[in-house]
């Protein structure tokens, strides 16, 4: 049949499964925005306060469901509002699909009003991209884009579509969208002999989970892997969720702000299994004295990230939860019982700690914990608030916890917030952010009253940027050089005159009673908690130390 390019676009958006779109209009882009329109019963578009804040949003969507999460921009500044968001989501592995349209064909190359190689600044940033010329490659350009953001190691690709060809009329055939890329590699069975071998010589070993379990859904198979291999358990930030962080053999977070049982777990293991995780330096402290006790097995999608950052002993290549599968088939129930007394003792002795006196993040977070009975979707910001929330909120399921890991935006979280409760209706959904990541796209508060999406925004109001001034009065000598906020501004003020509920926790006492009565307005709500400016994350390692040089506050 013959349809105009924006009929195309919208045609290939309903074949992929596409429900929601988040995106912000303009003149290039506006014929797509027409079709929109009047496919609105079919596609819901979410009107973001800022094209930042659509990307966010598309990421969070995105890692709450499993699904492919799609934004839209039009040419120039819109486009490249999106660059920060596209990143985010390639750096933590996130299937994203960016529509974007560009001037008129004739125009390209001449500095054109509102002119952006949009496809030359996201190359380095994306899975692929398309630039559209020709409206006849429209239609394979939109298909291949989602096959290839959600196949394999998933990430984000972005399309960018010339004006007239929005307009120009091309064939349109409807087509089974793809959801397997053939290219994924599946894990040899020598492979997965050796990693086997590996298991069973050896005496201490540790299990890493990363945000591949998490991304392959590979939560049972792990569960089963763990008990059988019977070893202790630690995450990365990504990771979270994908292994019961209830459980006893679960020792907490591995690297900058782990816990002392999994940095000097890992450190005396004879074993070290990763499950995709690629080894990040916030993981790993100084690579040279990583884990330089133990032989290391890595399971991963991703060849690329093998021997990457730190060399590993055997690895596996393939889906996690296919590799998982097949080695718990042939794996031996192991008896590590020594090993398991020795890691439940370290974690006794080292639990984590905070002021009892004061109204502190991890209070609330602990309260927040309490108050959801752990079943709710987190999104956070970044600094202290994100790895407060990673420490002391417990996560039992994948895809609960939504944070920028790789490139730490600052700004992510509300969006995502909105992303994910758009996604996953029928859960709580909180963000958990700073007063300084909050300044970033706190106009996406508008988004949500917009919407009437039920989220909850708490900030950690410590009128300072914390995490940077933690550092500085570790390392710089307490020069807080422009990392002090404490100005005029009155986020409760600023939520209610957005049209969201708002409260304000100033000591202990008020905690619990807000966080009860905020989870049951099912309204847009901010709780600003105002805490000490001093409060810092422990434990800590120093950047470019061993991870056993783990320290504390005292």
């Known amino acids: 049949m013959k349809l105009t390019g924006s009929q195309i676009i919208i045609e290939c958006l309903k074949e992929q499964g596409v429900d929601t779109v988040f995106g912000f209009p303009g003149g290039t882009i506006l014929n797509v925005y027409d079709e929109l329109y009047k496919h609105s019963n079919e596609i819901r ?24 999460g ?105 087509v089974e969208p793809v959801y397997k890329n053939g290219r994924t590699p599946h894990p040899s069975d020598e492979d997965i002999a050796v990693a086997i071998s590996m298991i069973e010589k050896s005496k201490k070993p540790f299990v890493l989970v990363g945000g591949g379990a998490v991304i392959s859904e590979a939560d049972k198979e792990l ?44 450190t005396e293991c004879d074993l070290l299994i990763a ?20 032989k290391i097995l890595q399971i991963d999608i991703d060849p690329a990230e093998i021997n990457k950052n730190v060399f590993a002993t055997a690895n596996v290549i393939g889906d996690i939860k296919e590799a998982l599968g097949k080695i718990n088939l ?84 509300l969006g995502a917030c909105i992303g994910a409760k758009i996604g996953v209706p029928d859960k709580k959904v909180i963000n958990i952010t700073g007063d300084g990541c909050f300044r970033m796209n706190m106009n996406e508060l508008a988004t949500a009253t917009r919407y009437d999406v039920p989220i909850i925004e708490i900030i950690f109001n410590n009128h300072v940027l914390g995490m940077v001034r933690q550092w500085q ?42 966080l009860k009565e905020a989870l049951a307005l099912n309204e847009p709500v901010l709780i600003d908690c105002v805490i000490d400016c001093d409060e810092k994350v422990w434990p800590m390692v120093a950047p470019g130390a061993a991870i056993e040089e783990v320290f504390s506050g005292e």
């Open 45 to 68: 578009h979410i009107l973001t306060s800022h094209e930042q804040g659509a990307a966010h949003a598309a990421d969070g969507y995105a890692r709450a469901t499993g699904k492919v």
């Open 70 to 174: 799609v934004c839209m921009a039009t040419s120039g500044p819109g486009a490249t509002n999106l660059v920060t968001g596209i990143a985010t989501a390639y750096m933590d592995s996130v299937p994203v699909v960016a529509i974007t349209a560009n001037v008129f064909t004739s125009l390209l190359g001449k500095d054109s009003f509102q002119e952006i190689d949009i496809a030359g600044i996201t190359m380095p940033i994306t899975k692929h991209n398309y630039i559209i010329k020709d409206v006849n490659k429209l239609a394979p350009a939109i298909r291949n884009a989602f096959r290839i953001a959600r196949s394999g190691r998933p990430g984000p690709v972005l399309v960018d579509i010339t004006k007239d060809v929005t307009a120009a009329i091309g064939e349109y055939e409807p």
């Open 223 to 266: 569960a089963e892997f763990v008990s059988k291999v019977d070893a202790p358990v630690a995450d990365t930030l990504m990771g979270k969720g994908a292994y019961d962080g209830t459980a006893p053999n679960y020792t907490g977070m591995l690297g900058m702000h782990g816990t002392k049982a999994s940095n000097l777990g890992v």
């Open 275 to 294: 499950v995709g995780s690629r080894f990040s330096d916030r993981v790993t402290g100084n690579a040279k004295k990583f884990a330089r006790n133990a």
């Open 330 to 413: 042939k794996l031996k129930q192991q008896d590590h019982k020594e090993w398991m007394s020795h890691i439940i003792e370290l974690k006794e002795k080292n639990p984590l700690k905070y002021r009892q006196d004061i109204l502190t993040g991890p209070y609330i977070l602990e309260k927040l914990y309490e108050v959801t009975g752990g079943d709710a979707i987190i999104t956070t910001d970044v600094g202290q608030h994100q790895m407060w929330s990673a420490l002391y909120y417990k996560f039992t399921r994948p895809r609960t916890f939504l944070s920028s890991g790789g490139l730490g935006t600052m700004g992510y979280g």
């Open 473 to 514: 009065t570790l390392f710089y000598d307490k020069r807080y050089s422009y990392t002090t906020l404490n100005d005029k501004v009155d986020f409760v003020k600023l939520a209610q005159a957005m049209g969201a509920r708002a409260f304000r926790i100033t000591k202990k006492e008020e905690v619990e009673g807000i």
